[in-house]
């Protein structure tokens, strides 16, 4: 897919994760133990052949560029293509439904313009999955479609409230498409990827600027439906679609399952990341760990339980961590319990401090605070 170019288009509703996306976007949330966000759509097209990705920034992007350097971890380190950053542009918007998106991708035309790639794969990064681009273009290419649009259908589990749905003809066209649905639980969901030619997005972004159009789904998508030829292609595989703090729980809950782990870090290609030396992870005497995803730097002397501890986690003697998500460099004092909690980095639970949040509505604690 040396002639595919990838755009990552960060403009995303950064309300729906409150406190967790209070110090930087969506796509630089930690999640895994040791990833971030974005580092699986960045994998799936690195894994795919990509070399030249564009990421679209929102406002807070100070993280993702602490988080990705260079692109070095990604192969992105090159003196052709690679990886390159797009800072918002200085457009003062109104809060409203609109992303606003095709406003920041008209400022940013010179750089699609003069990338030698033909086609172009186009990704949110909320939309967490391990799949191959590569099957996907020749769908694309095999249908001879000007727009190919990957889809997930619905298991039921999930609220569709912020989602995009379908609707597809037997042959895979789309004929519809529905924001917010009325209906929540069933549908074909739109992972907001896109596959076209780069001259066709120029064209769209040019047409929508000339009549002041700004969200790529609403005015970009859904108003050239029955102009061009739009077709589905389905993913078969996990997604996990991070919209609210109970979407991201529920995600890491997952990933204790081996058989969902296996397939989102290893299943079309590994997930890369930020390397972070450290040294390994010291279970003392006391120590007791069950179905937990711990990462390196970590203490343990108390009880870990169906979580996920990031790096430099401490949880001290008599202390007990269920059903929870611990971010970096966090200390759990003796005799303290935390139940479906998730904790921002730098959290403090002092000694003998019970926190305990719900299955479907766990306990936040923001970043730095001592309890």
Same mark, same amino acid.
Request: glycine content about 8%; aromatic content about 10%; charged content about 25%.
């Given at each position: ?35 971030? !966000? ?82 172009? !794969? ?82 769209? !972004? ?107 986690? /401490? !949880? ?39 926190? /305990? ?15």
């Amino acid at each position: 897919m040396k002639d595919v170019m990838g755009i990552i288009n960060l403009m995303e509703n950064e309300g729906f994760l409150k406190e967790l996306s209070y110090y930087r976007p969506v796509a630089a949330v930690p999640t895994g133990g040791r990833y971030r !966000i974005i580092d699986f759509v960045l994998s799936n097209m690195v894994n795919s052949g990509i070399r030249n990705v564009g990421i679209i920034t929102p406002q807070k992007y100070r993280s993702l560029l602490d988080h990705m350097g260079r692109g070095k971890e990604w192969d992105l380190d090159r003196k052709r293509d690679g990886l390159f950053f797009l800072p918002p542009a200085q457009i003062h918007y109104p809060m409203s439904i609109y992303r606003w998106d095709l406003r920041h991708f008209c400022s940013h035309l010179d750089y699609i313009d003069f990338s030698r790639q033909k086609y172009v !794969i186009i990704s949110g990064s909320n939309m967490i999955c391990n799949l191959d681009y590569k099957a996907a273009f020749r769908f694309h290419q095999e249908t001879k479609a000007d727009m190919t649009i990957l889809y997930k259908v619905s298991t039921g589990r999930e609220n569709l409230a912020h989602c995009t749905v379908i609707e597809t003809e037997d042959d895979g066209r789309v004929v519809d498409m529905a924001m917010n649905p009325v209906d929540r639980k069933a549908g074909k969901v739109f992972m907001e990827m896109a596959i076209m030619e780069k001259s066709l997005l120029v064209d769209l !972004i040019n047409g929508c600027a000339s009549r002041g159009d700004c969200d790529f789904v609403k005015d970009g998508l859904i108003k050239n439906l029955h102009k061009l030829k739009i077709y589905g292609y389905r993913h078969q595989g996990y997604l996990a679609y991070i919209d609210s703090i109970q979407s991201y729980y529920q995600h890491n809950m997952d990933l204790l399952t081996p058989e969902i782990g296996q397939e989102l870090f290893f299943k079309h290609g590994v997930i890369y990341t930020k390397v972070a030396d450290g040294a390994p992870t010291r279970y003392k005497e006391t120590a007791k760990t069950q179905n937990a995803l711990v990462a390196n730097e970590c203490v343990i002397e108390g009880t870990v339980e169906n979580s996920i501890l990031f790096r430099g986690v /401490k !949880i001290h003697k008599g202390a007990c961590v269920r059903n929870s998500v611990i971010m970096e460099s966090c200390v759990v004092e003796e005799d303290a319990l935390l139940e479906n909690v998730i904790s921002e980095k730098q959290v403090v639970v002092t000694r003998g401090k019970h926190l /305990k949040g719900e299955k479907h509505y766990p306990l936040v604690i923001r970043k730095r605070t001592v309890i």
